[in-house]
């Protein structure tokens, strides 16, 4: 029997709760990540995508129970990357922390875990069910957020061949059933313009017609700077092409991102700087 929405309303609705936004810069934009929709980060190789979707766990908070499917990374890389995180050291340090100081890195640990992790290689549909089954019944409710990083890693037929519209439209029914916000972490195409983040047409493999959000990225670990495109926004701005974007403050080597400064962030503008790189943020 279908249902009336003022009685859906009047029972509670949470499918499409937005999680709490991680930074002021993200509410100016209107991003947001909703339960039961897909959000995607995408970049190039080395654009920061894994360390921005760490950082922004973490300043959601732990308010945000979150299931995470790490096939890019394994556990020992994980860890030393929310270490560094969590406590300022540099990665080698962490490293060093968790061979020799273990009791010392599980402290660093502790704060996050609110977050459980997946690490298979190639995860399959049935086993990403399980997982989130499995913390149902542990927890009492699906994980309010669910990360796959990285979407080539999927085991799916037509993923190999880099084809994912299948896949998403599996994705799309994993999010409304078990209303968790689904983020996905994929590649673009090498052969788009560097410098920059990449324009949407550059997502790679039919993978962005379903997400309601997409962020495309370019990092640049030299400058600290890592800017942030919102190519596609079902509740907000939005600019396909890429040519405005903001910049958060990196820090790789200690895994950190964090907002810039107020009057750098609002108005990048000056006879200094690229009219593609002009941005009036109060200007949709």
């Known amino acids: 029997m279908g249902k009336t929405l003022h009685r859906s309303v009047a029972r509670g609705v949470s499918a499409g709760a937005p999680l709490p936004s991680p930074l002021p810069i993200f509410e100016l934009n209107k991003i947001s990540f909703r339960r039961g929709s897909i959000q995607m980060i995408a970049g190039p190789p080395g654009s920061m995508k894994t360390v921005l979707i760490l950082n922004l766990v973490r300043l959601m908070g732990s308010n945000v129970p979150t299931l995470y499917h790490s096939s890019d990374s394994d556990d020992f890389t ?19 922390m968790v061979l020799t100081q273990p009791a010392l890195a599980q402290a660093a640990l502790k704060d996050f875990s609110f977050v459980k992790w997946n690490f298979h290689a190639a995860p399959t549909l049935e086993q990403m069910y399980l997982e989130a089954d499995a913390y149902r019944e542990i927890h009492g409710e699906y994980p309010h957020h669910t ?137 949709e």
């Open 78 to 96: 994980v860890a030393t990357r929310v270490i560094a995180m969590q406590t300022g050291v540099t990665t080698d340090e962490a490293e060093l």
């Open 147 to 283: 990360i796959i990083d990285i979407l080539m890693d999927v085991d799916y037929e037509g993923a190999s061949e880099q084809n994912y519209w299948a896949l998403m439209s599996e994705f799309k029914v994993m999010a409304r059933e078990m209303n968790t916000s689904l983020t996905i972490i994929h590649h673009t195409s090498e052969s788009a313009k560097g410098g920059s983040p990449p324009p949407r047409s550059a997502i790679m493999g039919k993978a962005n017609q379903l997400p309601t959000t997409i962020l495309t990225l370019w990092g640049d670990a030299h400058e600290g700077r890592l800017d942030v495109a919102v190519v596609k926004n079902r509740f907000g701005p939005q600019d396909a092409m890429a040519n405005k974007y903001f910049s958060l403050d990196a820090n790789p080597g200690i895994c950190r991102i964090e907002e810039r400064p107020q009057e750098e962030l609002l108005f990048r503008d000056g006879v200094t700087v690229p009219d593609n790189e002009k941005i009036d943020l109060f200007k």
